[in-house]
């Protein structure tokens, strides 16, 4: 593919006659005219999909300190910790790569959980200023924005030559279901607005005699893109390989004529991107916190194939009571193109087909779609047994750490781009294009557009759902809580901060900026270090935890006896607790009466919560 503009002097003629003016004055000044529509068209592509961001999001801005998303409440509260993170790194020149914070007493690794520091950096004063809160959905808006026009702009200015066909292509990219899907909690899943000039720069390695140049350009991308989703950056290495060998296999002596370029851009890229991403990457597989493999089995999440042609939840066709047949989550709503777009993308091949590159986005778009169906067919929630070409590869390492119904977010972009290549083929077709001796530019550029809003009309995104939570207790944001946790003590949420029933500890910590340290908490780290190693959420439980737990979940309370009693005293010296706190929420009254008996008196009612002083138990050294 490459960069192509609409000839000048052609458009000017067919746009009017040029009797009263010279020649070289028509063109001087139709050049400006066009200059000006161009930015004009820019701006109104950029305004529009900053605008669906904020409608999307919505909901989430009306009151982002005491509202979660619903689909995924889970990971808001883990995104809402590591954009608070970042906040400490610049304010508080904490570690960027590890946090005491959580955790306590082990901490947690932050390359091993996706940091997003090239985020939350970035954003680190209004983190500061107004709460990780406000960060949170100003960046999801940010990120559907910014990919959208990321997208447009490299197809505008290097694959295509009309913007209205760049806009589509970056309305799709950025609006897709499994943008919108991922929108419900996942900042690094929504931020691919550098992966198209990850894929664009990649491929002006080919150009000869720029080598150190190009490379410097993509080694920077690739250093930014770890900082946000190293997951997306895989996927992107993948998308261009596959690419690369379907152009070559039609192309060879093109592609012979680019290998030597080729792989020296590759190189030098390579040697630049690990001289800085070195320690950082060692620190994530090697240094103190890091895990192997993932708590769950990556092959147990993939993309249904009747997904494909459905509407997802957030879809305005949605139908939840089908996608929650067809889908893992709300936030892995990966596929659901509907089918009219099916039909949209079926009518573009024949459109495109002449273009060898067309064709290998193609491929690569339909690679990726076979591969995120997983090892065996699913159709309709059922498990059909027939394998599939994903199961010759579910064993290759850093593949098998993969959701694989993510890899359709790959055929998610690569659906953009051909939308945008066969709008660009019907916008170039020119006035005087006849068939059978009659002209079918204008009727067929009128079909095209009017097919392409029907087709995206059911697909049009819905606004993130949210629901109200207990704000955050005023013992907590006055800061009344500061006597009782000395340095080196830490604040005990009831229950403790967890995956699914401890949400609300996540929040006190992540709304708080993360001032005081806490046990516990809602992210990857070892199971039962040193002795288990292997992908866990959080920390292992520990009796009093899990009794919390069982006790926020159902309401009943266990029998509690000395023995509890000895093991809660003995988990809260490990956990170096200076105070235990219970807040206003769901089951407080039965919370309060099992941490009584726990801790063997009442509670303090200080403020808006229930407290236990525990200052006076030992605290044990440091590893």
Same mark, same amino acid.
């Given at each position: 593919?490459?960069?192509?503009?609409?000839?000048?002097?052609?458009?000017?003629?067919?746009? +009017?006659?040029?009797?009263?003016?010279?020649?070289?004055?028509?063109?001087?000044?139709?050049?400006?005219?066009?200059?000006?529509?161009?930015?004009?068209?820019?701006?109104?592509?950029?305004?529009?999909?900053?605008?669906?961001?904020?409608?999307?999001?919505?909901?989430?801005?009306?009151?982002?300190?005491?509202?979660?998303?619903?689909?995924?409440?889970?990971?808001?509260?883990?995104?809402?910790?590591?954009?608070?993170?970042?906040?400490?790194?610049?304010?508080?020149?904490?570690?960027?790569?590890?946090?005491?914070?959580?955790?306590?007493?082990?901490?947690?690794?932050?390359?091993?959980?996706?940091?997003?520091?090239?985020?939350?950096?970035?954003?680190?004063?209004?983190?500061?200023?107004?709460?990780?809160?406000?960060?949170?959905?100003?960046?999801?808006?940010?990120?559907?924005?910014?990919?959208?026009?990321?997208?447009?702009?490299?197809?505008?200015?290097?694959?295509?030559?009309?913007?209205?066909?760049?806009?589509?292509?970056?309305?799709?990219?950025?609006?897709?279901?499994?943008?919108?899907?991922?929108?419900?909690?996942?900042?690094?899943?929504?931020?691919?607005?550098?992966?198209?000039?990850?894929?664009?720069?990649?491929?002006?390695?080919?150009?000869?005699?720029?080598?150190?140049?190009?490379?410097?350009?993509?080694?920077?991308?690739?250093?930014?893109?770890?900082?946000?989703?190293?997951?997306?950056?895989?996927?992107?290495?993948?998308?261009?390989?596959?690419?690369?060998?379907?152009?070559?296999?039609?192309?060879?002596?093109?592609?012979?004529?680019?290998?030597?370029?080729?792989?020296?851009?590759?190189?030098?890229?390579?040697?630049?991107?690990?001289?800085?991403?070195?320690?950082?990457?060692?620190?994530?597989?090697?240094?103190?916190?890091?895990?192997?493999?993932?708590?769950?089995?990556?092959?147990?999440?993939?993309?249904?194939?009747?997904?494909?042609?459905?509407?997802?939840?957030?879809?305005?066709? +949605?139908?939840?009571?089908?996608?929650?047949?067809?889908?893992?989550?709300?936030?892995?709503?990966?596929?659901?193109?509907?089918?009219?777009?099916?039909?949209?993308?079926?009518?573009?091949?024949?459109?495109?087909?002449?273009?060898?590159?067309?064709?290998?986005?193609?491929?690569?778009?339909?690679?990726?779609?076979?591969?995120?169906?997983?090892?065996?067919?699913?159709?309709?929630?059922?498990?059909?047994?027939?394998?599939?070409?994903?199961?010759?590869?579910?064993?290759?390492?850093?593949?098998?750490?993969?959701?694989?119904?993510?890899?359709?977010?790959?055929?998610?972009?690569?659906?953009?781009?051909? $939308?945008? $290549?066969?709008?660009?083929?019907?916008?170039?077709?020119?006035?005087?294009?006849?068939?059978?001796?009659?002209?079918?530019?204008?009727?067929?550029?009128?079909?095209?557009?009017?097919?392409?809003?029907?087709?995206?009309?059911?697909?049009?995104?819905?606004?993130?759902?949210?629901?109200?939570?207990?704000?955050?207790?005023?013992?907590?944001?006055?800061?009344?809580?500061?006597?009782?946790?000395?340095?080196?003590?830490?604040?005990?949420?009831?229950?403790?901060?967890?995956?699914?029933?401890?949400?609300?500890?996540?929040?006190?910590?992540?709304?708080?900026?993360?001032?005081?340290?806490?046990?516990?908490?809602?992210?990857?780290?070892?199971?039962?270090?040193?002795?288990?190693?292997?992908?866990?959420?959080?920390?292992?439980?520990?009796?009093?935890?899990?009794?919390?737990?069982?006790?926020?979940?159902?309401?009943?309370?266990?029998?509690?006896?000395?023995?509890?009693?000895?093991?809660?005293?003995?988990?809260?010296?490990?956990?170096?607790?200076?105070?235990?706190?219970?807040?206003?929420?769901?089951?407080?009254?039965?919370?309060?009466?099992?941490?009584?008996?726990?801790?063997?008196?009442?509670?303090?009612?200080?403020?808006?919560?229930?407290?236990?002083?525990?200052?006076?138990?030992?605290?044990?050294?440091?590893?």
């Amino acid at each position: 593919m490459t960069s192509a503009e609409p000839n000048v002097d052609a458009t000017a003629d067919r746009n +009017g006659g040029t009797a009263s003016h010279s020649p070289d004055h028509s063109r001087r000044s139709f050049r400006l005219l066009r200059i000006g529509r161009a930015q004009l068209g820019d701006l109104v592509a950029y305004g529009t999909y900053l605008a669906l961001g904020v409608l999307v999001m919505g909901r989430l801005w009306l009151d982002p300190y005491n509202r979660v998303l619903t689909g995924n409440e889970d990971d808001h509260g883990l995104h809402m910790f590591l954009i608070a993170h970042s906040e400490r790194v610049i304010f508080h020149f904490e570690n960027p790569l590890w946090s005491e914070r959580l955790g306590v007493p082990d901490g947690v690794n932050m390359m091993s959980n996706t940091s997003m520091m090239a985020l939350g950096i970035p954003v680190s004063p209004i983190t500061h200023f107004f709460g990780a809160a406000v960060s949170v959905v100003l960046l999801l808006t940010l990120s559907l924005a910014g990919t959208a026009a990321a997208w447009y702009w490299v197809l505008s200015r290097h694959f295509v030559r009309s913007r209205a066909a760049a806009y589509i292509g970056g309305l799709w990219c950025g609006f897709a279901p499994t943008m919108i899907s991922h929108a419900n909690g996942h900042i690094n899943f929504v931020a691919h607005f550098l992966v198209p000039f990850i894929v664009w720069r990649a491929l002006k390695l080919r150009e000869p005699g720029r080598v150190v140049r190009n490379s410097v350009i993509l080694a920077v991308f690739i250093v930014l893109q770890i900082f946000i989703n190293e997951e997306a950056l895989l996927f992107a290495a993948m998308a261009l390989g596959v690419f690369v060998l379907s152009y070559a296999a039609m192309r060879p002596a093109e592609a012979k004529a680019a290998l030597r370029p080729m792989l020296a851009g590759l190189g030098v890229t390579a040697v630049l991107s690990f001289v800085v991403l070195a320690y950082p990457l060692w620190w994530q597989f090697f240094g103190p916190g890091h895990y192997r493999g993932l708590p769950y089995d990556p092959d147990a999440f993939v993309t249904d194939l009747a997904a494909y042609p459905a509407f997802a939840r957030q879809s305005l066709a +949605g139908d939840p009571a089908t996608v929650e047949v067809l889908s893992n989550s709300p936030t892995e709503d990966n596929s659901f193109f509907g089918w009219p777009v099916l039909i949209l993308l079926a009518v573009a091949v024949p459109l495109i087909w002449r273009s060898v590159a067309s064709r290998a986005v193609l491929i690569t778009g339909l690679f990726f779609a076979v591969i995120s169906l997983g090892p065996t067919l699913v159709y309709k929630g059922e498990d059909t047994g027939i394998k599939l070409p994903f199961w010759l590869i579910s064993e290759v390492p850093v593949i098998d750490l993969v959701s694989v119904t993510r890899f359709a977010i790959v055929a998610t972009f690569a659906a953009g781009v051909v $939308l945008a $290549l066969a709008a660009d083929r019907i916008m170039d077709l020119a006035p005087d294009t006849a068939v059978a001796g009659h002209r079918i530019a204008r009727p067929a550029k009128i079909v095209w557009w009017v097919a392409l809003v029907a087709a995206f009309i059911p697909v049009a995104p819905l606004p993130a759902p949210v629901r109200g939570v207990e704000p955050l207790p005023d013992f907590i944001a006055s800061g009344q809580w500061r006597p009782y946790v000395p340095e080196g003590r830490t604040l005990v949420p009831v229950p403790l901060a967890d995956v699914t029933r401890g949400r609300l500890g996540m929040r006190w910590s992540a709304l708080s900026d993360l001032e005081f340290q806490a046990p516990r908490g809602y992210f990857m780290g070892p199971a039962d270090p040193p002795h288990n190693i292997d992908g866990s959420w959080g920390q292992a439980q520990r009796p009093t935890s899990l009794l919390l737990q069982e006790v926020s979940r159902n309401g009943v309370i266990p029998p509690i006896g000395e023995a509890e009693r000895q093991a809660a005293r003995e988990d809260l010296i490990y956990w170096r607790a200076g105070v235990v706190v219970l807040g206003e929420q769901r089951r407080v009254e039965e919370l309060r009466v099992a941490m009584t008996e726990l801790m063997g008196e009442p509670p303090q009612r200080v403020d808006d919560v229930w407290l236990w002083d525990v200052r006076d138990l030992p605290v044990p050294p440091k590893n």
